[in-house]
């Protein structure tokens, strides 16, 4: 196995150099399905694998600049729907012996951060940090991609002692749980029996493997712009309508919100950008909202109150505002927890060190795909791969101990190898 | 003088089309160096008419990324130091004929507006609308270049019949008030009888010259940026520290200040950027604020208070901020209200529509300029230019009756003669 | 005349010991009252000096509460209507010799503030603090109600060579601008050539006179109360709806408003009151608020903005609001210049020190006694009356050389003098 | 049966309508000895049943006007220590016959509310709402004490039978977890085998028994008062430094914290009082603030995060604070699970419809006796006993089916006979 846990750790390092935010993984896209294709497969992409309702997009402006960046010299392949946001893919790899229908889903994109200038930092130590300052992989997807190619590499080694098929989503757009409704929405759970996913990190300890994740809260994300009237903030300020002074009061009266004893909820304004001049009144403000809910209820009442201060808030401040929902996913609750415990005990017969029903704590859109799965008939199952992490997920300084590749390999190779048994 | 009358508008929508803000103002200096020099003029520019202590200048990075897009084709003289920032020009023309030593100064920045959309704006309908949407001359700038222009152009052609000396300043970074002390600093107001200055608009009725504005606030600009610490919003709320709601926490806190019973007072928080990704807590915030007060004792009164609520929000938010000064402007007021007096009855008999004393109701960094005049001797005059505003300054539909590029033309060549004569 | 001084000092002694707050000013209408009839004078008070509509009145249960504390032995005289709050009265002191009709405005209430226990505060050492822990005379009506006092004990002893009529109106709730509007309207300023009126302390330095004040503010007074939904805040935070933080959120909002370079502006939230215990989310709150402007157009747009936030922070934080007008005053400026400047030169004549149109900087409802007088043909004039203050108006430690009150009586007395001469 | 359960209800109707709130309990602990002393019981109360740190006491002022109102005629025991505030009571019951020594706590506090006027209200309906329009006995701690009583009178007339002794504890201020600490310290919960607590309602079905509530929220409470500068908010609203604007950021600014993804978390702002007159600067301003945690370390972060924003934000508006704690109660969690399992299987064999660890989701300060027994070597049990409410706790319209009071009177006895047969 040793080879396959030295790529992977290349793989990560490689794709970590290249990260890119949701919707703009068109660079890390491109490498994927050429690493497919040089392993001899087949590769669905582009428009085929997306519903037409791709939340939260970023601007065709944004689109088309950050498309001219990426490098599609000597490519076989037709990059043009990927170049235009339908980025991720998905690869079926059919053994001839019958058998189940597997899927795995790993996701693809990096968050918009300033990785750390630390020299400490070992991507800056070793040289394998993000090339562009404005990226950061800071949740670990860069490893999620390498096992995903790692495990596609370990079945087309080994497919002929295999039987069932295999179907390895790559997802785009997790951060802001975008991707996964789409692509569901498009059929990439369906015709499944099993569905498994997997993430590094959250608080599960290094080598431990975290046996079907609870706490998957639903999330909404809102983008909300007031735009109000430009003056001089001298000589006519009243004649300015405040929309700077309309965003702060409604990030500080959104933040008063998420006060619920039924379950855990969250809220968010984790962008605000208001005003162009020091010496005008800012015409025009700009925010990026989330809230989540460990329930629907949660979720349903925290959002309509969001929406109840947008309104009331430009309402105070004498401006119009316009809020649109960009992002959404579900709370995941699996129907077979009798599945949970028999997967635990099996992993842990194969030596694996598990913990049971460890707690996600946040969102993952994964949750679609999970549900489909299993209101089709079939069953779920997601790991927490334990690792020794440096800072927190999403913090600027955020990097794991490279022992989790290996071992989210294993844990996938040994689900293939019980659930073909059972 | 219909030539010159025809050259003003020119002049206007070609500037007005290459809009740039403070101390990028490259290619617009250029320009008017090209402009000085097919006149037959020897210009001041670059290091020498600038002191060590520009205040308010962008990075270095966004001074290179602006100087790329500059077109310096062809040019016969050096631009490396404007490409540095070290923005306008000085002009100096002599007479054989001994006489009085005369300053002008004219401002050359745009300000950081997305120019309206809307069809029946008279740049978009003839065409000369601002070619960069993030850069508009909302003040009216343009059509102070033009009549600079237009004035060196006339005292070319009559030099010979003029006595006396005429030197042209054209400054940058009047927005935010940065240029005017650093070029004063550098000397550019001493040696002079006469400082003469102008506004264009500023609720001035069309055709009317008010001579002797008053009401010149006081004014300090502040960057104030938050730094805490960036955390998963939905796994680790907890480890968080939120600059975002820091900043938006002050801003609000900030606009309850401005209540002076002894003169006038402003403030403005005109820029708030905060936050990279909506499920990241904020780690970093960003403020563009000034305040503003008819003398000193309101302004440095105001000052402290911002830097009161700036560390004391740090502290309520548990986050770190950076509080620094990028621009200032004194307050003024003449010494001689006779020559005042004298100048509006001189441009009454001359025929004009004058306004004692008009009121500005703003900052302007020229204060320098003429109160360094004055201290030195001297006599300083500032005029308002009367024309039909379509939206007030500083608004993205702000735009002007073109017939005010000849009022203000015609001041000035009164003026000479008027001063010529005294 | 010292006798008058000397009463002058002790009458203010004696009601700075029962400041009592607007129209619940029950035992000082009744003090006044005993004073008057002692002088052998006729009083009119209760229902016929207010009209139907008085602004601001404190409730029943207050007024009744108050009114139980009230000394009423040995009265009489009816002050069944004064305990309703019908509070104020008016005298006339009519001459037998033919002559100008005179009005004089005196305001008695006081402030709800808790009078310093500061042991070097006069009244402290002297024994004459306020008597009600509540309430403060730390606006120097005190001092106006003893020269309104002792100018009727001059008028009644020099009567015989005294012409004319003179109305002396002992005017309620000055404070939230309630009272002036209510008696003016029942006809308090009808049928006088003259009407005077005057404030002591307002940077107006010792010994001096300010003659015609300008600078009146309009101001508009506002409850504002919302109602939430009250829930256990540990077990059922969601039930709930904040009214408190509706309060406090409106209460930052509306001190970002006052802005405008058209005039002065004003904006004061002076109560908050919110919640009944502290693990209960709060149910109710209710605010003060007024808004003053220099102008009507500041005040009306203020007073709409004030709307506008009332209702937008209700909508912003899912509560119900209520908005009521509680008092309101008229800006004053006179019709009659020249009048203002003849007096001034008539008391300069008589040898005071006089300040020609001192700045007010502030709103008094006598403004409606002053323009209904003008209105109806007649003249009116405002005094500043110096003094030096231990404290700024409002404060806790209030309070002023009495030297005042003398030159309070001997203002008016001559203003008597020059306009019957006149 | 039946008798103790009409008593019950006369009982509880009797103390709803004399309902104060912590530390203020006068009248209702005269009355609860009055009825022990009916019995023939002897009763311990006032300083020795307390510590000398009794927090959060009313004001001596506050509690010298309550005690004014207190009945104290025709009564054969000794008040004063009750009138100052050292409520509550305790009384031993002990039978002859060796055994077990048994605990039981019954809260006796009102909260600071009006009772709705709505006339559908039972308690408006059949006329026992509070007298007191200010005091509301919304949490249902009169069916506490009416149960006390019951089983105190039950204990008495079965005492031969009985073997052991017990102490019945009647706590004052729990609202605001005040008494508890105050008692425990006092030896309250010394030398008992048994402690046994109970809650009626709080979301448990009606006939259900909740057997081992969890989720004990740990909590401080604090008061905190900023202290600013009065001025005339018209004509020197610059010589203010507002009290009241800074507790409104810093309640908007305390709201934005309890986001923990490791347990649960509540803040509250209960009351907040500021400023005294609508015309002038506030410069006083008082709030009453709570924070829960799930455990200790939310609470101590939480609590320190209070801290930041009660220093920062004085810092801010340049005024001073005053932060004070002035309650407290630990979180608590049974070691001995065990136990609970035993009285939830004993208590359904007798016929009771349980419901196994209901979740509190609240404070409560029988915390510090519950584990003051465990810590001791004995068993601590806490009851929910379900009931119908017509609205949650802490609502003014709150009240409950009475059928409870029966239901935990049957749960006491039920629980004596099961621990002394065990």
Redesign the interface.
Known sequence: MEKYYEELIALRRNFRQIAEVGWLEMQTTINIIKYLKMLGLDVKYGREIHSADRMGLPSEEVMSEHGKKVNTDNLNFDVSDILKGYTGCIVEINSSNPGKNFGFRFDIDA????ETDDPEHIPNKLGFRSKDNSTDHA?GHDGHIAMGLGLCHWIVDNIEKLSGNFRIIFQPAE??VRGGKSMTAAGAADGLDYMIASHIG??EKIGVVGVGSTGF?A?S?FDLSYEG???????????GR?A??A???????L??L?????G?S??????????????????E?YM???T?GSDEL?LN?LSK?VE??A????????VKYNLSKV?EAINFETIHPEFIDYMAEKLDEKGFTTHLRPN????EDVSYMLKRVEELGGYSIHYMLGTTLKA?????AFDYDESVLKLGLDTYISTIEILSDK
């Open positions: 968050l918009p951060l300033h949740c951060e802001g959250m608080n809260l999330t994300k009237v430009t003056a001089h903030a001298g000589a006519n300020p009243q004649d405040n700077l002074l965003a702060a009061s409604a990030a500080l009266s933040h008063t998420p006060q619920y004893s039924t855990s969250r809220i968010n304004v984790g962008v605000l950008n208001a005003g162009t001049g020091r010496n005008i009144v800012p015409g403000s990026q909202i989330e989540r949660i009442d109150r109840q201060v309104r009331g808030t430009a309402e105070s401040f004498d992002g996600l704590g946040g969102s927190p997920h999403h913090n600027v």
